[in-house]
């Protein structure tokens, strides 16, 4: 068997990286394997203007340490007061590769999100003529429906109406975790593509509650039943050009995740390849984790494949720092509970 294995280097379809001194800590551990990352906007406050946008991307690029070479592609937040000129504005320079949409509540700074989604209408008829892409959060948040239902329930009273009322309107489910968002995902054609992100191809809800919560594998969409990310493991090593990498590492400090209101989010930007190829090489799929990781996202976007390479070595298990330490405090790194043979050399 092979003992190394080279990729187009690849990038990330889903990151938040925060702001301040957060930002400045966990930057460098996606720019040392990626080359560019979909940045979301939800900050406080989000990013919801072209303007906003522009000054996040400058603050970015002066957190980059010297040497590193990383293109953040930045969002903006869909919010009910969106100004549609502006997105187009903002595509049409070039800034903006997305538009980010957040039922409101649904997830971490969402409170600025959509409730009437006739409201946002308009927008999103925009970005069907100029081909940008909408990023959903897939989940309602109604509170009649249980939480690891969410998930299936958005698909059929939002996205898919969405989708019917908007023709042409490109579309990433982000972070599916269940076997109705890889069935949904499957049956769009090329206007529907979706993200899979490094932590839910390893937990699943057992994780985060037996023997004791586990607040450092709490996320949202919160991890399913393990028939789910069997699914999930399916998409992503099928090769299927419609499922590509997005790790929505999502980084809080300890003192916030270990918390009586934790926040959501794991943070796996620092071993997410070496975790991947694991999981690709227990599925004898190998050969295609470069499609997943390097090709099926660009394809997507309308982007050039990177042109440099990173390759991945296996050998004796791998460790990683148990935390990262940022400006804020410290932040756990992902644990994927199995060993890693395989380090990006």
């Known amino acids: 068997m092979s ?35 979909i940045i979301m ?30 293109e953040p592609l930045m969002t903006l937040y869909l919010t009910e007061d969106t100004d549609a000129d502006d997105v187009a504005a903002a595509h049409a320079s070039g800034l903006v590769k997305a538009v980010k949409l957040y039922p409101a509540g649904a997830t971490t700074n969402s409170a600025s999100g959509v409730r009437d989604f006739d409201k946002v209408r308009g927008v999103l008829e925009r970005m069907a003529e100029i081909g940008l892409p909408l990023c959903v959060h897939g989940e309602v948040t109604d509170n009649d429906i249980d939480i690891f239902d969410r998930e299936a329930v958005f698909i059929d009273r939002v996205l898919d109406p969405i989708r019917r009322k908007t023709p042409g309107l490109r579309v990433v489910m982000e972070h599916i975790t269940t076997q109705d968002g890889v069935e949904y995902a499957a049956s769009g054609g090329d206007d529907l593509g979706a993200t899979i992100t490094t932590h839910h191809l390893v937990i699943n809800r057992n994780d985060i509650l037996v023997g004791g919560i586990k607040p450092h594998y709490y996320c949202l969409p919160v991890a ?18 419609t499922y590509f990498l997005g790790t929505d590492s999502a980084p809080h400090v300890d003192a916030l995740k270990e918390h009586a209101c934790g926040c959501a989010g794991c943070f796996t930007a620092t071993n997410t390849l070496s975790i991947l190829a694991e999981v690709f090489e227990q599925e004898d799929a190998l050969g295609r984790l470069e499609a997943f990781t390097s090709l099926n996202g660009p394809r997507f976007y309308g982007l050039p494949v990177n042109e440099d390479t990173i390759t991945l070595t296996k050998g004796d298990p791998v460790t990683y720092p148990e935390k990262l330490d940022t400006g804020d405090g410290p932040v756990t790194v992902f644990d994927p509970k199995m060993p890693l043979h395989w380090r990006v050399t």
């Open 3 to 37: 003992t190394t294995l080279t990729l187009r280097r690849p990038d990330d379809w889903h990151l938040h990286l925060r702001d301040g001194a957060m930002l400045k800590g966990v930057l460098p551990e996606t720019a040392r394997h990626f080359a560019r990352a």
């Open 41 to 70: 906007p939800n900050l406080v406050p989000p990013v919801v203007k072209s303007s906003d946008a522009a000054a996040y991307r400058d603050r970015i690029m002066a957190a980059l340490p010297d040497g590193m070479s990383f």
């Open 224 to 241: 399913k039943r393990e028939e789910h990310r069997l699914a999930l493991r399916k998409a992503a090593t099928s090769g299927d050009p």
